[in-house]
Structure formats: C-alpha cells, structure tokens
C-alpha cells in the first residue's frame, strides 16, 4: 500500500523568504503526486499534481515541486513566502484502484510566516 | 473550473440524533464522490467512496452502519452520520473529480460537533 510522509509537522518561516516543504512517498511503481493547501476551517484547494513528464511543475501562487524517483520525494518550493500563505500543506499520493484513484494524504505541514 | 459544493458549514447536534450532509458537483457529473474525516492535527483519512447508482464502499475501520452514504444522482451524494456520539465530531470534507480533469476537487467541509 501507497503511504505519504511529510517530516515537518510545523514550519515558521519569514515573509519574503524561500519554502521547501518536503515530502516522501512509498510506492512500488511512480504515482500520481499531490500538493494541496488547506486555509483554516475550509476544504483544500489544489496548488499542483504532478503525473508524468518533466518533474519540475508549476502551480499556482508562485508555488512549484520537483519528483524526484530516486529519493522518492515531491518537496514544495516557493521562492518568495507571502503572509497569505500561512496554511496546512498537504501532500498526497494516488493510485489506480478499481476503476478510480485513491488517495492518500500525508499529515500536514503547517506553515506560519512572520513579519 | 469544477466546484463541489459541500453542506452545511457548521452543524451542532445532540448526541443520539442522526445528521446529513451534502456534497454536490455543481457543474460537472461524478460518478464517484470521496468521504474523508479530519481529526485536529491530523491528516485526512478516506473514509469511503461514494458510486452513483450501488452501495459505497468503506475503508477498513469504518463502520457502513453509522455513516450512510447515498449516491443517489451523479451530482449529489450524501453522507449521514447515524445516532451521533461526541466522538464523531470531527471535519467531513468530500471530494468528486471531473471526467476530464486530473485532480480533485474538494468540497469547503462540514464542521460537526455533537454535544
């Protein structure tokens, strides 16, 4: 079975600094990698996936992550951290099963930005 | 983009009564719609998949007598929360993917304590 780690359960970081927030997986083939933003009492919104081609992706808010196959990982990089940006990130791994994907999430890295 | 619309927000019941909550595709069909509770702290845990037209099906743990999921129409399914204990307070969040799209999308969340 697929499984998600993310190391970081809390994060500060300063308002204009760089982000890495990292994440591994565990899976016997390549899956379909995951990072989603969650604000405080909502749901998630997608920042970026990442299925197959070049490892590097962009998504949105200035975020991007690299695949890495041979560290199996999927870090989250902004250059830049904004205020907004202060949010539970989670990283989550899909795969084919029966007919649809599963999904499974690591269990959050939250961010906080200070002035 | 696709919306899934999650209902309601907030929801206080008493412990032994049952409560409903809505996730619906606003403008887009799912045949499959996604369950997920999130404890404080925690990451999200599939709960159980939702098919339009059969029976869902549950994760391991998950008891199918006490959460009751219909999937009645491909834009509407419905999670109930039988004879609520304080122990199922928790974050509900369902999500549905569109056909031709290669994420989820998540519904805003449920709120649910019981009192």
């Known amino acids: 079975a697929q499984s998600v780690t993310q190391p970081d359960i809390h994060i500060t970081v300063s308002e204009g600094a760089s982000l890495e927030l990292r994440c591994n997986y565990s899976?016997?083939?390549?899956?379909?990698l995951f990072w989603y933003v969650q604000s405080p009492g909502q749901g998630l919104q997608l920042l970026l996936k990442?299925?197959?081609?070049?490892?590097l992706v962009q998504g949105i808010k200035g975020f991007e992550a690299e695949f890495k196959r041979s560290q199996s990982s999927f870090n989250l990089r902004k250059p830049s951290v904004h205020w907004s940006d202060a949010a539970e990130y989670f990283c989550?791994?899909?795969?084919?099963?029966?007919?649809?994907?599963?999904?499974?999430f690591g269990i959050g890295t939250k961010l906080q930005v200070i002035p | 983009g696709a919306v899934v619309s999650q209902h309601p927000s907030w929801v206080i019941c008493k412990s032994g009564t049952s409560v409903k909550i809505e996730c619906r595709s606003l403008d887009f069909q799912a045949t499959t719609m996604f369950w997920y509770r999130q404890f404080p702290k925690q990451s999200l845990m599939l709960m159980a998949t939702s098919n339009e037209g059969s029976k869902a099906t549950y994760e391991q743990g998950v008891e199918k007598d006490k959460f009751l999921i219909n999937h009645a129409s491909l834009t509407l399914s419905t999670l109930t929360v039988t004879s609520a204990h304080p122990e199922d307070s928790s974050f509900y969040i369902c999500?549905?993917?569109?056909?031709?799209?290669?994420?989820?999308?998540f519904g805003s969340g449920t709120r649910l304590t019981v009192v």
């Open positions: 999500s549905a993917r569109e056909f031709s799209a290669s994420g989820y999308t």
């Open positions: 990442y299925f197959s081609g070049d490892t």
């Open positions: 899976y016997g083939a390549t899956p379909y």
């Open positions: 989550a791994v899909g795969v084919n099963s029966g007919g649809y994907q599963k999904v499974t």
